[in-house]
């Protein structure tokens, strides 16, 4: 089994900073990709950024050029660093890990972009 732990987040200003982090545990060997997700408040959940344990990376469109996702196999994790940050930024955040026949969410972190 896997578990994933996400810490980070909170309040910040319009153009702000935040990085958030991802902790896996247990089975990591069965994590092919990690990724972040986030779901505004009456909306979807949405992919903001994924990597692959080859270090490819997909962004989703809005996000790009302000936010980096990185990861460390050996340690099984990954974080998310948000610059730039627009009050639309403001969403809960998941992290979630990827593999065969596995789909684990973390808990959720809430990030609010003030104006």
């Known amino acids: 089994q896997v578990q994933v732990v996400e810490s980070g987040g909170g309040l910040v200003q319009a153009g702000g900073s935040l990085r958030l982090s991802c902790a896996a545990s247990?089975?990591?060997?069965?994590?092919?990709?990690m990724a972040w997700y986030r779901q505004a408040p009456g909306k979807q959940r949405e992919l903001v950024a994924l990597?692959?344990?080859?270090?490819?990376?997909n962004y989703e469109d809005s996000i790009k050029g302000r936010f980096t996702i990185s990861r460390d196999n050996t340690k099984g994790t990954v974080s998310l660093q948000m610059n730039s940050l627009k009050p639309e930024d403001t969403a809960v955040y998941y992290c979630?890990?990827?593999?065969?026949?596995?789909?684990?969410w973390g808990q959720g972190t809430q990030v609010t972009v003030s104006s």
């Open positions: 247990g089975s990591i060997f069965m994590i092919n990709a």
């Open positions: 990597i692959t344990n080859t270090g490819d990376t």
């Open positions: 979630a890990a990827v593999g065969v026949k596995l789909q684990v």
